[in-house]
Nanobody, 120 residues
Framework: QVTLVESGGGLVQPGGSLRLSCAASGSIFSINAMDWYRQAPGKERELVATSTSGGSTNYKDSVKGRFTISRDNAKNTVYLQMNSLVPEDTAVYYC??????????????WGKGTLVTVSS
């Protein structure tokens, strides 16, 4: 049993910053990629940022230079620092982790999401 819980969402003015967190708990042996996705109203879910177990990161073009993904492997946690937010960043943000459990079962796990609203 593995659970992911996001936190840190909220209402912020344009130009502001937020830091999202996603912590995994349960029967975890190892975690591979840690990702952040988002889904805006009426739109499909899209990949925002990825952190691989090897230490590399990738970003959606529209967030490059504004968002930073980082991870704390000891805490099974991934973060998304979001700066210079614009209204188009408004969405529910979800984390996803590729987890191998202690019974060596591998699958992707998702959090339930945290709402980010950018508005004046």
């Amino acid at each position: 049993q593995v659970t992911l819980v996001e936190s840190g969402g909220g209402l912020v003015q344009p130009g502001g910053s937020l830091r999202l967190s996603c912590a995994a708990s349960g029967s975890i042996f190892s975690i591979n990629a840690m990702d952040w996705y988002r889904q805006a109203p009426g739109k499909e879910r899209e990949l925002v940022a990825t952190s691989t177990s090897g230490g590399s990161t990738n970003y959606k073009d529209s967030v490059k230079g504004r968002f930073t993904i980082s991870r704390d492997n000891a805490k099974n946690t991934v973060y998304l620092q979001m700066n210079s937010l614009v209204p188009e960043d408004t969405a529910v943000y979800y984390c996803k982790m590729g987890i191998v459990t202690r019974t060596f079962y591998a699958m992707d796990y998702w959090g339930k999401g945290t709402l980010v609203t950018v508005s004046s």
